[in-house]
């Protein structure tokens, strides 16, 4: 199961939500908002892994997503491996486009929290290779686009297990 981290925004700076689909988008233009409309684009940095087991006396399956997973524990000549170990990018948007929603009276150079991320940034990698998104994160308006203040070294998580 896919999972991000969000980063919480101690500084208090202006959120700025993100709607993702057409309806939301429309709603919040008339409500005077400026929708900065983005394509999502999946990263190839951002990925989670899972394998198959089946229990060959019952059929049933165990998922995992751990390499010390369950199975192991069990009688393991009870089991088949029928997906082995399979990398692939863990999140599903509804829409392949988002937008931001710019307030009107942000001033060029204004520090904001973006809630929810458009794009794909690194916020968890974990030993096992498995890496998970960045849900929240701080920008600046630069009166055309917000400019995302991604630090990899301060805002990545590095899980160990």
Known sequence: ???GVTIENKKKLRVIKTARTEKTINNAALKGFKPLVKKLQKSDKIF???????NIN???????GDYRCNYRTK???EFITVIDWTFYYPYNFKSQF???LIPKDIHVGERVFIKD?????VGITWNQGDTYRLESCE?????????????????RAQLIG
């Open 1 to 3: 199961m896919a999972f």
């Open 117 to 121: 991320l458009i794009e794909d940034y």
């Open 139 to 155: 920008a600046i308006w630069n009166g055309n686009d917000l400019e995302i203040q991604y630090d990899p070294n301060i805002d």
């Open 48 to 54: 989670s892994k899972y394998a198959v087991f089946q």
């Open 98 to 100: 988002a937008a931001y």
């Open 75 to 77: 009688n393991m000549s």
């Open 58 to 64: 019952t059929g049933e399956i165990e998922v995992e």
